[in-house]
């Protein structure tokens, strides 16, 4: 048995710590992310579990500016169409609220699903095939948690038109849209989450109902 | 700012020792798990990211054995379909392949995903109802790591027929079928995962492709 494989109380306390203090980061420093830091980060997505191990995630790294800009652009019209939605008592609050970091965050990755890799030999996805996509959300919380444990912020933009970005990105056709990552240093660190501190959601209790 | 919030290098080799030692554990001992742990695994999941923090999984911990019979008897049912849709080259070693631990485990969880939940008031998902989805896999994630660090062992069930959950589970028409859990002490530690060792499928390399 190799070194580390057996984990102790003050591991587990690491781990509670780092699930505690993840965030959902949108206000960014703009300061770039050492090189050698993002390539530990890409690493970690090598360790994430899928579906026989299918590892469906496509990751692009997106720097070039047009291509950003494209992407603001469309979140600013799903934003501001999201809020139309909203009754006018709640759109001033949802207007408030900063959701994404996409004007200043220095590292953005296109996250997309395979939906027919090579890997894995379609183990376990043929009664569910919702398995791939569970496996790219599993890549996704690994490496926010991977980052936050680095001392950086990263954030989720899930308000962008799924087809406009497969076509953005001109990506192969088994390529389907999961979502784009702002990461890099945050503004601040902060022990209460944004949308509690805003009133928008408290947490509720995860419940376990036995049967 | 409160203590634990910044993170050492030590933090990061923690975490990644968890990533890098996790396993799909089909193998169980059949000895319960302490009520105690289990609360402390129930908890991680109260710090998994949600879109707009609308918490959308739901959890059922299967306990009743006529329950826990028809899950392993739809198993057994779709594997068996599974292992027909492969050329014979392939399926004697699919058929060597021990997919579940549904014989052993105990603790079984079954795992579904609220559809439209009420918190979070539809905050981040209008374009992308996916994003519940990927909720639930990053509360199942955020489990099988908390559950490692406990040195116990978790599998996901894929093979089964998500319709046929549905019913047995009678849940209400909002719920969505995700996943199901085994978990317990494992047999044995294995610093090589199943699927490597049997030969099925090695670990290729994540690629950030630049744009």
Same mark, same amino acid.
């Given at each position: 048995?190799?070194?580390?494989? *057996?984990? #102790?109380?003050?591991?587990? +306390?690491?781990?509670?710590? !780092?699930?505690?203090? &993840?965030?959902? *980061?949108?206000?960014?420093?703009?300061?770039? *992310? =050492?090189?050698?830091?993002? +390539?530990?980060? &890409?690493?970690?997505?090598?360790?994430?579990?899928?579906?026989?191990?299918? &590892?469906?995630?496509?990751? !692009?790294?997106?720097?070039?500016?047009?291509?950003r800009d494209t992407v603001r652009a469309d979140f600013l019209r799903c934003n501001a169409e999201a809020a139309a939605s909203y009754p006018p008592e709640l759109r001033a609050a949802y207007?408030?609220?900063?959701?994404?970091?996409?004007?200043?965050?220095?590292?953005?990755?296109?996250?997309?699903?395979?939906?027919? $890799?090579?890997?894995?030999?379609?183990?376990?996805?043929?009664?569910?095939p919702q398995t791939l996509r569970q496996s790219t959300a599993m890549a996704v919380h690994t490496l926010w948690l991977a980052a936050r444990v680095e001392n950086l912020g990263l954030g989720?933009?899930?308000?962008?038109?799924?087809?406009?970005?497969?076509?953005?990105?001109? *990506? $192969?056709?088994?390529?389907?849209?999961? #979502?784009?990552?702002?990461?890099?240093?945050?503004?601040?660190? =902060?022990?209460?989450?944004?949308?509690?501190?805003?009133?928008?959601? =408290?947490?509720?209790? #995860?419940?376990?109902?036995?049967?």
């Open positions: 048995m190799e070194a580390g494989m *057996v984990f #102790t109380q003050a591991d587990a +306390e690491t781990l509670q710590h !780092i699930l505690r203090w &993840r965030r959902d *980061v949108r206000h960014f420093r703009p300061d770039p *992310v =050492d090189e050698a830091v993002l +390539e530990r980060l &890409r690493a970690a997505m090598d360790y994430v579990p899928s579906v026989g191990n299918s &590892r469906p995630w496509r990751v !692009i790294r997106v720097t070039d500016k047009a291509l207007l408030a609220l900063k959701l994404a970091g996409l004007d200043r965050a220095p590292v953005q990755l296109a996250i997309f699903t395979s939906i027919d $890799p090579a890997e894995g030999h379609g183990l376990g996805r043929q009664t569910l989720l933009v899930s308000i962008l038109d799924p087809s406009a970005m497969e076509r953005l990105f001109a *990506v $192969p056709p088994e390529w389907e849209w999961a #979502t784009y990552i702002c990461l890099g240093h945050p503004e601040q660190s =902060d022990d209460t989450p944004l949308l509690h501190r805003a009133g928008w959601q =408290d947490n509720t209790r #995860t419940v376990w109902e036995e049967r």
